[in-house]
Every structure is written in C-alpha cells, then in structure tokens.
DNA sequence: TACCTTATTGATAATAGATATCAATATGAA
DNA sequence: TTCATATTGATATCTATTATCAATAAGGTA
C-alpha cells in the first residue's frame, strides 16, 4: 500500500524529489509512514523498472524520476536541483568509439551536466558575490 | 608535508585511489598519519587543480586521479573500480545543443559509463553465477 | 635567535544519506 | 480459518566524509 502511494508520489511529482522529497510528500496526508519504506520501495520500484533514478553523484541525495527512459540531467551544484536536459546524440558513438581496459564488458553511460540553476543564480547576485 | 606525501601516493597509484586507498599507502610508511589529513588533503590538491576528481557515483568512494585533463572513466558496479576510458567526441555538441531549464548555466559535463570489470566478471564465472 | 602569526596536523566527534535488523502486521492463496 | 509470504515502522547501524579544536609546525620579521 505504502508501495503505491511512494510510486504516485514520484509520478506527480514535479522534477526529481529525492527519498527525502517522497518522504516528505506522502507523510503530510499519511503521517504514520516511515522513511524506511520511503528509501526501499523508491528502490523497489527502480528495480522492478517503474521509476527511474538520475545518476547519483556524491554529494547531493539520490533523486528519483518518473521518466524511465534514457536521457541526460543538469545538475545544481549550489543547491543539488536536477533539471531534465534535451540533447540529440547517437549514443552508438560512445559504445562503439570507447576503448578502456581489457575485458570490461559496458552495460550503460550516463551524461551529466553540472551548472548552476537560474535561483541560485539570483540568490548570487542578490547576496554580491557574483563578482568574486 | 602530508600534503606533498599525499600528492605524491596519487601520482604514483597505478589507477584511481580512493582516499582510502592513498590512506593504506601512506600509512605503510608513515604510520601516525591521520585519516583526517588524508581527505583534507586530497580535497585540497584537487581544490588546487593539481590532482583530478572521478566524477564520483553515489554508493562507491570517491576516486581520485593524477590526471588533471577532462576524460571519461568507466566504473565496475560490482567493486567500484575505475577506468580511464578513450572516446573523442566534441564537447561543443553538447553544450550547443543542450536546452533545459531557462536560465540554467552549464559548467561542464561528465560522461560515465558503467559495466563490469573483467576481475568481477571472473569472479561472477567461478561462482556460477554468470547464467542468471 | 626569539617572537609572532598563520597553516597544518591528529584525534575525535559529528554528519548525511542510506541500509540492515527484526518483531509486528498485513496480504492473499488454499 | 490457516498458513506462508510480503510489507511495514521503529530503530540501530553503516560508510564515507566533514567539522571541531587543541597541539604542533612552519615561516617570515625584527
């Protein structure tokens, strides 16, 4: 049950809500849930291929998704914000072009972006800091 | 002058040492050194552009690298391992042809790719578990 | 050399985000 | 209803990392 409401939490979501997010979200009208169920069924539901997951750097939470198809994220490197990024590339250049180590078998790639979002921007210019 | 002894164990790391790993090698010969130091350290150096940062995946340690230049690495998802990975493409066509978020300022990119090391998937052979 | 200021260090505590544990409860088929 | 299985909440624990802070080292200046 606590299963559905974290998918339907993911699914309206806008953007990419992280455990916390979902937590958050689903606790404000379901009080009694715990963030552990929050944390496994996101995982469950990455697993079972319902959800999708945007590539976790280190640093920032982990953030969810309710695409499930390949495609390329911008993140915030002030406030850890993911945006969905549109970029045209035949990604048969990479596996095809890539040469590394002997026998490393590669099951997928993910391009990043890293910037800042245009909040953080403003937040910046506000507090004078954007001439340093 | 921990400083220049951490310097010096990622230099001369065949790979990409985690601080963990420069944290063994210095140790070995210089035992009262602290883990505190080690990761300060690293930060440091990479803070000063004179060691480089595998973009690091959530759920594995954080890499460093005695390459300063921007590159692509693969990671083993089974132990974490990193590889330096070769793969010309031009980076303008990503930055020209990324549209996001309105507002957003692009830094820069990392190209990940993910699979397993030839070492894990012996290993996966051996266990029998490779069929799966 | 003695003095002072700043930087670095080691030890340790604290943190964040996430996972492991486990008894209690829910679910669902027979 | 009964039994097996799955899910849950509460909490402890984990891992990688950063923060704190007193002690020490380094380095410039007089």
Redesign the interface.
């Given at each position: 049950m606590q299963r559905e409401l974290t998918y339907e939490a993911v699914l309206s979501y806008p953007g990419h809500p992280s455990a916390e997010d979902v937590y958050r979200v689903i606790s404000s009208r379901y009080s009694t849930i715990s963030k552990a169920t929050v944390y496994r069924n996101l995982n469950a539901l990455y697993e079972e291929g319902k959800i999708g997951k945007v590539?976790?750097?280190?640093?920032?939470e982990?953030h969810y998704d309710h695409r499930t198809d390949h495609h390329c994220h911008?993140i915030?490197?002030r406030c850890g914000k993911v945006?969905?990024?549109?970029?045209?590339?035949d990604s048969a250049?990479?596996t095809n072009?890539?040469?590394?180590?002997?026998?490393?078998?590669?099951?997928?790639?993910?391009?990043?972006?890293?910037?800042?979002?245009?909040e953080c921007?403003n937040k910046e210019k506000e507090d004078g800091t954007e001439g340093i």
């Open positions: 590539p976790p750097m280190i640093g920032y982990a911008a915030c490197t945006v969905d990024v549109d970029v045209q590339y250049m990479f072009a890539v040469s590394m180590e002997e026998g490393f078998m590669l099951d997928s790639h993910d391009l990043i972006f890293e910037g800042t979002c245009m921007r």
